[in-house]
């Protein structure tokens, strides 16, 4: 089975500067899925990043990038000029390629990212 | 658009009464769908997935269960509800992949706030 593991129960950052959130995971499957989610006080989640396992270039969203390390099985996630509104829970999720029924994720445990203003 | 809902957003229940979430999706068809419970301060874990009406697999041995009437409907219930069972309920629905390197992602609700006197 995989496991998601974010070491970083919470961080915090000023405002327009750069964060970085740490993920772990375990996996013996070498094609896969790699996800961030933020849940901001709403608790609604919101789909931040994707990174596919065999695409090499780590994927970028607007101030949003991924620092994806496939043979240390680290997926990092860089937040650009940080927001008052970046303030949130994130998530890092994995997911196995659909070779099966479900698509299920797993999700870390959890990184709670203040921002100060 | 595709949209999904999730009601109620918050319920208080005794214990020993029965349960039950709804979970809608419009906009889209044969989507998969998921259930998710967030204990407070953790991360998400999978407690049920279907990928079509009346087929149901769980993740996680517990006293829920789900069912999907129609295709768009994803209902969570428990005939005698615990202490543990309090926490936040999310529903989730992704499309359902035929292609393998799709990386299509899970879509939530809202979420429903369960708190179990």
């Known amino acids: 089975a995989q496991t998601v593991t974010q070491s970083q129960p919470e961080m915090s950052v000023q405002e327009a500067e750069t964060v970085t959130l740490s993920c772990t995971y375990d996996?013996?499957?070498?094609?896969?899925?790699l996800f961030w989610y933020k849940q901001p006080p709403s608790r609604q989640m919101i789909l931040v990043i994707r990174?596919?396992?065999?695409?090499?270039q780590n994927a970028t969203e607007n101030r949003f990038s991924v620092n994806f390390q496939k043979a240390a099985k680290s997926f990092s996630l860089k937040i650009s000029d940080s927001q008052l509104g970046d303030a949130a829970m994130y998530f890092c999720a994995y997911r196995s390629v659909p070779m099966h029924a479900g698509n299920m994720l797993t999700f870390g445990g959890g990184t709670r990212l203040m921002v100060k203003p | 658009s595709q949209t999904i809902h999730q009601w109620p957003a918050t319920l208080v229940q005794p214990v020993g009464s029965p349960l039950s979430l709804e979970c809608t999706v419009e906009g889209t068809s044969n989507p998969n769908l998921y259930w998710y419970r967030q204990a407070a301060g953790r991360g998400l874990q999978l407690l049920f997935y279907s990928v079509g009406i009346g087929q149901i697999s769980s993740e996680v041995p517990q006293n829920l269960s789900a069912s999907r009437p129609q295709d768009r409907q994803f209902i969570l219930s428990s005939k005698k509800l615990l202490l543990s069972d309090s926490g936040f309920y999310l529903c989730a629905w992704s499309v359902r992949d035929r292609q393998i390197y799709s990386n299509q992602p899970q879509h939530f609700g809202d979420g429903t706030r369960l708190s179990i006197l």
């Open positions: 990174q596919e396992a065999y695409k090499q």
């Open positions: 996996t013996s499957e070498s094609d896969y899925y």
